[in-house]
Structures are given as C-alpha cells and as structure tokens.
C-alpha cells in the first residue's frame, strides 16, 4: 500500500476497532471497501491519493444525495446517519476550499482557457476538477461557473 490515504483509513480503522466505536468503524470499513472494489474491477492497485480521493469524494456525493432525500422523505432518523457518514469521510479529505478561494479558482479558469460562453463550459471543469478533487463540491462549482459565463 504506497497511498497514504489508504495506510491512514486502514490505521484509523483500527484505531476504532479497540474504540469500539462501531459506527465510525463502519464507514471506514465502507471507504476501504469501496477503494478495494476499484482495486479489483481495474485489476490494479491504487498507488495514488489522487485516486483514492475521486472515490472518496464520490461517496460523499451519493451521501450528500441520500441525505437531501431521506430529508425530503420525512426520514430525519435515516438523514442523520446520511449526515455522520459525510463527517467521517470528510476526515480523511484534505481541507475544503473556502468560497472566496473557489471563486478565485474559477475566475483564472475561465481565463486560461478564455470561456465566453456555456459552450465553454467543459473546458472550464477539465481544468478545475483535479485541483478540487475532495475539496469542493462539484456541484456547486458548477453553478458558479453558469453564473459567471451566462
């Protein structure tokens, strides 16, 4: 295991085993086995934080989901457990980009590739997405972008 990220889930995993915190211990194990998972459907391991990060962050995206709808369902027992799964992976991203900071980010991506207009708009992420991987959510990137190239 040459990524950090996967060393630091499986000591924390272990951390919480003699915690017996049980709820912690199980998203971690979800993280690792969802890191496992692309392991064995790419048949390679992950030897970078990068990818492990998209995976991450992909969790706490289909949490984020899960959340907004356990919410909507009326289910705020469900939606709280959505919400103590999103602090835990959050732990283990790196530090998240303030909104001043993303807009800068934004703002000289839309510079370097000189966007006019929505047709742009691809380019604009291609640019972004490795820089924000885990640190903002691309969702809200994106409606930044739409609002600065309409």
Same mark, same amino acid.
Request: proline content about 3%; overall charge negative; charged content about 30%.
């Given at each position: 295991?040459?990524? &950090?990220?996967?060393? +630091?889930? %499986?000591? #924390?995993?272990?951390? @919480?085993?003699? $915690?017996?915190?049980?709820?912690? =211990?199980?998203?971690?194990?979800?993280?690792?086995?969802?890191?496992?998972?692309? &392991?064995?459907?790419? +048949?390679? %391991?992950? #030897?970078?934080?990068? @990818?492990?990060? $998209?995976?991450?962050?992909?969790? =706490?995206?289909?949490?984020?989901?899960?959340?907004?709808?356990?919410?909507?369902?009326?289910?705020?027992?469900?939606?709280?457990? #959505?919400?103590?799964?999103?602090?835990?992976?959050?732990?283990?991203?790196?530090?998240?980009?303030?909104?001043?900071?993303?807009?800068?980010?934004?703002?000289?991506?839309?510079?370097?590739?000189?966007?006019?207009?929505?047709?742009?708009?691809?380019?604009?992420?291609?640019?972004?997405?490795?820089?924000?991987?885990?640190?903002?959510?691309?969702?809200?990137?994106?409606?930044?972008?739409?609002?600065?190239?309409?």
């Amino acid at each position: 295991m040459s990524s &950090e990220l996967k060393a +630091q889930l %499986t000591s #924390e995993m272990k951390v @919480a085993m003699k $915690a017996k915190e049980k709820a912690r =211990l199980g998203v971690i194990r979800s993280m690792l086995a969802a890191i496992k998972q692309v &392991e064995i459907d790419s +048949q390679a %391991t992950l #030897e970078d934080d990068a @990818a492990v990060l $998209a995976i991450l962050d992909k969790m =706490l995206k289909q949490r984020r989901d899960s959340q907004k709808q356990y919410e909507d369902a009326g289910r705020p027992e469900l939606a709280e457990q #959505e919400a103590y799964e999103i602090t835990v992976i959050q732990d283990f991203l790196p530090q998240p980009l303030t909104d001043a900071e993303v807009s800068e980010l934004v703002e000289a991506a839309i510079e370097a590739v000189s966007a006019a207009s929505m047709q742009d708009m691809g380019k604009v992420m291609a640019i972004l997405k490795p820089k924000m991987q885990g640190r903002a959510d691309m969702a809200v990137v994106s409606k930044i972008i739409k609002a600065k190239l309409s």
